[in-house]
């Protein structure tokens, strides 16, 4: 018998819905299937045990009573340890933040909330975001389920292996430069960052502004789909949340793609990328013509300006973001005598390797007699990078890509070379840059048997066809039913 | 392979240089207490990372506004309207030091 946590969470909403099987029953599972492997993987900071037990029985009990719930209750997930979680510690995955419990909740979890879903516990990431292997978390790197020995990705490394893992039904994380993305590639499964503006990010730690932004994990399409229409859409919290109408996603997942225009382009087709991704992207490729799509060539001809423009940006505005951290009003305090050494001590000693890394060169590309040089530069170049798509974009529908241009490396093996590591990201980081919308789901596997991802990126606010694609390719091939054996 | 590749992207000209006292003015300009190993590691490190930045300089964008957002739709306000916030006791809970609910913090002025 399979047991509860491998099926998909459309399957399973509709067993609930059915009522085949209770939210207990299923909670119970998960929390089973976390106990027997979470030691392995190093996915969870925090559990949340009791209470996911105690919304499972809620939810049973509404259900029971003949309540219209939405597919999503009863469903148990888990999250970033990003979001604010009202009275459940979120940490950052930094010794600056270890101890903070907030005193509110961020609003993808109020609507979370109040989709009836089972939060079973808080997932390990990298320090801040920032980072491409999860190895810069406080709490030890998580490890790849496809390969213990090798890294899940990041920064939302503990999301993308959970749910590879079966650990949860589905995922939340963040995505700035690659964050969700890269990782849903390294482990196999589905992830999508949608619009900048798209999903609210009131009460979402801030890395860098002009580009986080927040979508889920899930082993199916549908199951992104499901999980991003509960927290899309306006929230007067947030200033850059946009004012769009939210479509249900689910109801454009048809296996037509006849006539779609899906645009190609040479430039992520570098010399030097892993030859079997390279095949392997190609094969899916053709794949989706046979599917009836047009394939287009189309020019990105300022994508190798990607990676230093990004990080230019990224660690400008980090270092404005976490200037806020500085020992007085919350988070970790450094025994000092005064204000000045407090602030010094605190930040020397509460932020780790990388994240300090970072702030410094934010703070060289901000100071006074460099920033025409390279933060304006950099901003420039954004408009260059924005263009190609704004170009691209008029003769195509979607743009297919790969997502990373290696599957899962070994844990170290880029830890001493940060250059190598932020460009793991190459593929990923312009549509942040240009606020795009972009899916990754597994389009096959190397020799090694790791899962390589398939990335689709569409114009702003199109992530309905985007699924439409994403869902086409998924049900005529097999990826998505290998599962690792953790 | 793929080293090969990345850095053979990275014959630039280079016309800065990171040295250990530019990391240790904006160590005091970021409020970070680094030790000396830091110093040495984040000079080596930023005067890697910086040369290869300077790959933008390829680029003529004398002409080119700068894009700070991207997303036109993404920028709404809301009523400027009076709305109940957290109550201070529960802000009080986070806070590292307090004193007849006051945040307390070390001594301010320094005359030495």
């Known amino acids: 018998m399979i047991p509860l946590y491998d099926y998909s969470l459309d399957e399973l909403s509709q067993k609930l819905q059915k009522k085949e099987v209770s939210s207990v029953e299923l909670t119970q599972s998960v929390l089973k299937r976390i106990e027997e492997t979470k030691a392995k993987l190093n996915t969870f900071i925090t559990l949340t045990k009791e209470s996911a037990l105690q919304t499972a029985k809620t939810v049973d009990q509404k259900r029971i009573k003949g309540e219209v719930l939405s597919p999503l209750a009863g469903i148990p997930i888990a999250l970033k340890d990003i979001f604010l979680t009202q009275g459940i510690k979120t940490t950052c995955c930094s010794k600056i933040l270890s101890q903070f419990i907030p005193p509110y909740d961020s609003t993808v979890v109020k609507r979370l909330k109040q989709n009836d879903v089972v939060l079973v516990g808080k997932l390990n990431m990298d320090e801040f975001a920032m980072g491409s292997s999860n190895e810069n978390s406080c709490f030890g790197p998580v490890k790849n389920p496809w390969d213990l020995e090798r890294t899940p990705g990041g920064s939302s490394g503990g999301s993308a292996a959970a749910v590879a893992a079966s650990q949860c039904l589905g995922a939340f994380g963040t995505d700035t430069g690659g964050s969700i993305r890269q990782p849903a590639s390294l482990c196999g499964v589905v992830g999508i960052k949608p619009t900048y503006g798209r999903v609210s990010r009131y009460g979402i730690i801030a890395f860098a502004s002009s580009l986080d932004q927040v979508g889920p994990f899930g082993k199916r399409v549908k199951d992104v789909a499901h999980l991003l229409k509960a927290v899309a859409g306006r929230d007067s919290m947030d200033s850059t949340s946009a004012d769009m109408k939210v479509p249900d996603y689910t109801q454009f997942l048809t296996k037509d793609i006849k006539g779609l225009k899906i645009g190609i382009a040479k430039e992520y087709f570098i010399k030097g990328m892993e030859a079997s991704t390279e095949k392997v992207v190609h094969k899916a490729i053709d794949h989706l013509k046979k599917l009836g799509a047009k394939i287009i060539d189309v020019s990105l001809p300022h994508t190798s300006y990607a990676v230093p423009t990004y990080y230019l940006i990224a660690t400008a505005e980090a270092s404005s973001n976490l200037a806020r951290y500085d020992g007085v009003k919350y988070g970790y305090r450094a025994k000092a005598s005064t204000l000045q050494e407090m602030y010094r001590k605190t930040r020397g000693e509460g932020f780790g390797r990388e994240v300090k890394r970072r702030i410094m060169l934010g703070t060289f590309v901000l100071s006074s007699g460099y920033y025409d040089a390279y933060y304006k530069k950099a901003s420039q170049v954004r408009t260059l990078i924005k263009r190609d798509f704004d170009e691209a974009f008029k003769h195509c529908d979607l743009i297919v890509t790969p997502t990373s241009p290696t599957t899962a490396f070994k844990l170290g093996e880029k830890m001493e070379d940060p250059l190598q590591m932020y460009l793991s990201d190459i593929f990923t980081i312009s549509a942040n840059l240009a606020g795009l919308p972009g899916l990754v789901l597994p389009c096959g596997f190397d020799e090694k048997n790791l899962p390589i991802g398939l990335q689709i990126l569409g114009p702003h606010f199109k992530e309905e066809k985007i699924f439409h694609l994403a869902y086409a390719y998924e049900q005529s091939t097999e990826w998505h039913q290998r599962k690792p054996t953790v | ?112």
Not at chain 2, 2 to 15: A, R
Not at chain 2, 76 to 104: C, H, M, N, T, Y
């Open chain 2, 1 to 112: 392979m793929i080293t090969c590749f990345f850095f053979s992207v990275m014959v630039i000209k280079k016309f800065m240089h990171i040295t250990k006292e530019l990391v240790e003015h904006l160590a005091k300009l970021a409020l970070l207490e680094l030790t000396e190993e830091e110093v040495t590691r984040y000079t080596r490190e930023l005067d890697s990372l910086i040369g290869y930045f300077e790959k933008l300089n390829e680029l003529n964008t004398t002409h080119i506004e700068p894009t700070y957002q991207v997303v036109p739709e993404a920028i709404v306000f809301r009523e400027d309207s009076v709305q109940e916030s957290f109550k201070r006791e529960e802000w009080l809970k986070v806070v590292p030091q307090q004193e007849e609910g006051a945040i307390k913090v070390p001594k301010i002025i320094d005359v030495g």
